[in-house]
Each structure stands twice: as structure tokens, then as C-alpha cells.
């Protein structure tokens, strides 16, 4: 018996280590912060659930350059213009289609990569990805392909390989919201509304709407603040945080960005999400709200 029992505490020991060796990528993955450097993706390139998705506003750009292994993301397929209006949520069925299609599975983690200084199309995958349900397992090349080509690393030609399907399956996480939701948190004061727009535009400069100004209430973090010019990335979290403590000073506090047409807006849902505050955007951002009936702007007084 006493021999019967040392096999047995010997399987269980194996058993135990057999899966540990299976979680502990899936736990290191885990970990992988929102914002990634060209150097975490060369390490993690052969992972089998690493995915990268390079997103270009023209297919012939990614053909002509993209990562080793990297899958063309069209921002258009998770971003449809509709009659509605511009870059719209996904329906998460079509949108489940899509990410199959690139191969991306249940367990994978995105890894998001643009070029040509195209950080808001990028950034507003992101906040789609967190939207359909994988926040936590979708990070940003910081930087771009621009960063990668900085460290020397070799690039590709053509359309990509092909891939197996994947088998994601989006499960909404509301992390786009609409105007009545915007309207509720105004009348409730639960979230602080951040207008992600340059600051001229914010104080009422005539931007192409019905109507011109900002939200009553919103706060200012221009998008254009948030990006380093010579990276065409995020400035460091240090330089971040000095636009966002005085607009957010309590990160419990949830906070609503937008912009016109909830594009650039996505840039303040990552820096944020970078900080560790709980942000959304604002779907049809200013292109709804002017024309909306009832949906009050507010301009800066004149001196």
C-alpha cells in the first residue's frame, strides 16, 4: 500500500508540473502591458498565441512592409461606416467572422502593430478588441512598424501567409457607448466626459458640424498632447499622467472620450488604459451629438 500510494503522489506531482508548463504561458501572457516594445514582440514572435494584426488604411501599405507573420487588419472591417454614421461598433457576429478569418482563437493574445504615424486607426482597434470582449489579450506596438525597422529587425513583402481559422467568439464588454448612455452619465455626474479634440475646436471653432463647442462639463485632453512626435507613439507614462491626474484626479471615476467621429478619441482610451483608468468612448462622438435634438454644446466666453 505504502509503495501503491509513493506512485500515486508521484503522478499527481507530474500531473501538477505537466500543468503548470501548460498555464504558465498563458500566464505570462497575462501580464503583457497595453503598450509593447519592438523587442517584446521579436521574443514573443514564435509564441503560437501571439497574433499580429497590422493595421493600414490601404492594403498595397501593408504589402509593401509589415512584421514577419503578421495579418492584414483593415480598420473598415471592425470600424463600418454606416448611414448611422462614421466608424461604427461591430456586429459582434460579423466581427467574430473577421478575427477568425485572421486566425485569432479564444486564448490569443493581439498584438496590434500600424505605420505611416497611423496611431489613432490602431488605437481605435484596440478599444474595439477590449470591446468584443479581449481586454487584457490586446496590446500596441509602441511606435509601429517604425520602432521595429529602429531595432534593426527585418520586415516582409506580399499579402502573408495564410492562416487556420480561428475560433473567437466576441462576448461585448461595452466599452463603445452611445449618446443616451453619454446623456445618463451627464445627468448622474458617475463618469467625467473628456473631449479629445485640439483645443480650438474645443473652446467652439468652427470644425465642419451643425454645431460647434463641447459637451457641458468636458474637460480638454487633446489627442495630439498624448503622442510623441519623433516615436509617432505614447509619451511615457510620467508626461501622461500630468494631462490626466488633473482631469481624472480619482482613477475609480470612470471617465467617456470623444472626439468627431470616435476615432482620435481611442487615443485617450489607450494612454488611459495605459494608467490603469476605466475609460469608454463615445461612439458617435460630435458628428451625432450636433445634429442630435436635445444634446446641449457649450462654447468658451469670449474675452
Known sequence: MKNISLICKKALTMKQLLFGLCVLPGFTLAQTPVLVDAR????NLSNPKIVVLQTNQL?????REHIPGARFLWPGWLAPDTPEGSLNAPHPKEASRVLQRLGVNRDSHVVLCYSNQELPPAARMFVTLEHLGME?????LNGGLEAWKKEGYVTETGPGTSVPKGDFRATLQQRL???HYVQNVLQSGEAVIIDARMKRFYDGEPSGHPRDGHIPGAVNIPYTDLIDNASTGLKGSDLLKQLFEPAIPLKEKEAVTYCNSGQTASVVYLAGRVLGYKLKVYDGSMQEWSRAEGCELVKKPSN
Open 59 to 63: 492594403r498595397l501599405d501593408f504589402e
Open 177 to 179: 457607448v452611445d449618446r
Open 40 to 43: 517584446w514582440v521579436k521574443e
Open 136 to 140: 487584457g489579450r490586446v496590446s500596441i
